[in-house]
């Protein structure tokens, strides 16, 4: 639980960094705004391939 916790309160901080540029599709670990394009917009599904590997 902590760990769901923590990335619930650094989501949070990221979409009120990110403004308008969120879209919230009520993800628990949705893309974030690192190396966002101009085009692109975070907050959707992250890339399964980036994920597996981090």
Same mark, same amino acid.
């Given at each position: ?19 308008? %540029? ?9 893309? !974030? ?5 101009? %085009? ?6 992250? !890339?399964?391939?980036?994920?597996? %590997?981090?």
């Amino acid at each position: 639980m902590g760990v769901l916790k923590i990335q619930k309160e650094r989501q949070d901080r990221e979409k009120d960094r990110l403004g308008e %540029a969120w879209t919230d599709h009520d993800l628990v670990f949705a893309r !974030d705004g690192w190396r966002l394009r101009a %085009a692109d917009r975070a907050g959707g599904p992250q !890339d399964p391939d980036k994920v597996t %590997a981090r």
